[in-house]
C-alpha cells in the first residue's frame, strides 16, 4: 500500500552537505514511522535515524549524530535526511524504509522499503 522513492544522493566532498528526500504514496503516510539506513557493498545494512509518527521523536546512531538531521512532512508525504559535514565512511548507498510497528523499523525489518539512492563522499 506503500511506495518510498528517495532522491538527492549524489557526489559531494568531505565537509560539504546533501538533503535526501523519501516520498512517500497512500493516505497511511502519517501513520508510519520512517527511517534512513545505509549499505556499503559486501556489509550490512546500518542504522542511520528514524522518526516517530508526529515527527516530535527522533533518534540516531552515534557516528551521525550531530551531522545528520531526520525530519518529515506529512503534508507533503515526504521525510528527509539533511545531511552535513560529511565524511568519506558515509558512502553509501542510503535507502527510506516505513513500518507502522516502531521494533520492526529499528530491527531493519520493516514493512516498506525504498530503491534507495548513492550518496559518494569524496576525500
Known amino acids: 500500500q506503500v511506495q518510498l522513492v528517495e532522491s538527492g544522493g549524489g557526489l559531494v566532498q568531505a565537509g560539504g552537505s546533501l538533503r535526501l528526500s523519501c516520498a512517500a504514496s497512500?493516505?497511511?503516510?502519517?501513520?508510519?514511522?520512517l527511517a534512513w539506513f545505509r549499505q556499503t557493498p559486501g556489509k550490512e545494512r546500518e542504522f542511520v535515524a528514524t522518526?516517530?509518527?508526529?515527527?516530535?521523536?527522533?533518534n540516531y546512531a552515534d557516528f551521525v549524530k550531530g551531522r545528520f538531521t531526520i525530519s518529515r512532512d506529512n503534508a507533503k508525504n515526504t521525510a528527509y535526511l539533511q545531511m552535513n559535514m560529511l565524511k568519506p565512511t558515509d558512502t553509501a548507498v542510503y535507502y527510506c524504509?516505513?513500518?507502522?510497528?516502531?521494533?520492526?523499523?529499528?530491527?531493519?525489518?520493516?514493512?516498506?522499503w525504498g530503491q534507495g539512492t548513492q550518496v559518494t563522499v569524496s576525500s
Open positions: 497512500g493516505r497511511t503516510f502519517s501513520n508510519l514511522h
Open positions: 524504509a516505513a513500518d507502522d510497528f516502531f521494533p520492526d523499523l529499528i530491527q531493519g525489518i520493516p514493512d516498506y
Open positions: 522518526i516517530m509518527l508526529s515527527g516530535g521523536s527522533t
